[in-house]
């Protein structure tokens, strides 16, 4: 079972960690994502890797968290609700896509929730602000 990289509103100390994902996982970790940038426009994030969107130098910096076996499947579906992710459905707010994060114990593959087509498009209009420093 794959871990979730999370930036925003899932991280620890948030509402979404408490809701979602308190008591679920087996392990949290500080991870960070170089060569991508956050961008909002109001109460929550959105992660980009576009070329054209990412300032040179950019990471954004998260946490790896390992979902326990046994919860794995439901929190998934939550945070794909959450996320409003619903795989192979054209327009999406995120896409949940596998990309390696990296962490102090090593590089390690990872769901990440990433900006879909139509925030990406939002931002290149100038609609959403870039996070500086890649921290939400």
């Known amino acids: 079972m794959r871990p979730f990289f999370v ?3 899932l991280k620890r100390g948030h509402a ?7 008591g679920q996982t087996v392990s949290e970790e500080p991870a960070w994502l170089p060569g991508a940038a956050l961008y909002t426009a109001g109460p929550y994030p959105f992660l980009v890797r576009a070329v054209d969107l990412v300032p040179p130098g ?9 979902v326990a076996p046994a919860r794995y499947q439901p929190v998934l579906a939550l945070l794909d609700e959450l996320e409003d992710c619903m795989p192979a ?15 102090a114990n090593g590089p390690r593959e990872a769901w990440v929730y990433v900006a879909g087509a139509g925030a990406e498009e939002a931002i290149r209009q100038g609609r959403l602000r870039l996070i500086d420093g890649g921290v939400w």
């Open 58 to 66: 950019s990471t954004v910096f998260g946490e790896l968290m390992e």
């Open 16 to 22: 979404n960690y408490a809701r979602l994902l308190a």
């Open 89 to 103: 459905r054209a327009g999406n707010l995120y896409e949940r896509v596998v990309i390696t994060v990296q962490t």
């Open 7 to 9: 930036y925003g509103t």
